[in-house]
């Protein structure tokens, strides 16, 4: 050993530990990589649920559009030879309510959401539009005049529908649950006046989410 220089070399059997530095570079190169690779695996899912509420808000300014133009009625509410879609509701098919609205919709992709792999969205409110180009389930009883009231969601309700039906029935304080279809027992809800509530309920934690007067039943198409 020469003078002034100290032997480095540990005694045999003898571990040698990580300094501060190169734990803090350590955790530095760990932070990068998850840095990089998070974006991949998270953004998709959270751009595409997005997209959906963006949808949903669009068709509820699209609604009150249309009722404004029509005496404060959705097209629910107003006969064929009117403009609206009055005569459809008993059959329980969605796209010819939002076929009358096209002008307010401009464009049929918004019925899509992008979580839906079991869809595609439709080009054109002509050809080839009908109720499996559409993600969402309408109230066909909905009204104008209640904002509160519950206008159109995701279609992958858990809940039950009527035997041989289109529809799901709902009353007041009715609790909406979802399947794993679309976003995973989670869901999104549109209101009368307009308003979205992103993952409105999730299952596991199911709460009231219809709200009506006593007495009252209200019907869920499902495209």
Not at 210 to 215: H, I, Q, S, T
Request: proline letters at 5%; glycine letters at 8%.
């Amino acid at each position: 050993m020469r003078a002034g220089v100290m032997d480095e070399r540990l005694p045999p059997g003898t571990k040698r530990a990580l300094t501060i530095l190169e734990v803090l570079m350590s955790l530095a190169v760990l932070a990068l990589l998850l840095a990089l690779l998070l974006p991949s695996v998270s953004q998709q899912p959270i751009s595409s649920r997005l997209s959906c509420v963006n949808n949903l808000k669009q068709v509820g300014l699209a609604f009150r559009t249309w009722a404004i133009d029509n005496d404060e009625h959705f097209q629910m509410q107003v006969s064929i030879t009117n403009g609206g879609a009055m005569e459809f509701v008993g059959t329980g098919q969605v796209f010819p309510h939002f076929q009358v609205m096209s002008n307010e919709l401009s464009t049929p992709k918004i019925l899509f959401c992008p979580n839906d792999v079991q869809r595609t969205n439709a080009t054109s409110f002509n050809s080839g539009f009908n109720d499996q180009k559409i993600s969402y389930f309408l109230n066909v009883d909905a009204i104008p005049d209640n904002g509160s009231n519950l206008l159109c969601g995701d279609r992958n309700l858990t809940n039950q529908r009527w035997t041989g039906s289109r529809f799901v029935s709902v009353s007041n304080g009715t609790a909406i649950g979802w399947t794993k279809e679309v976003h995973s027992k989670r869901g999104n809800l549109c209101f009368g006046d307009g308003q979205v509530e992103l993952d409105a309920v999730r299952n596991g934690s199911p709460r009231s989410i219809v709200r009506l007067p006593e007495g009252v039943t209200n019907r869920l198409a499902i495209p």
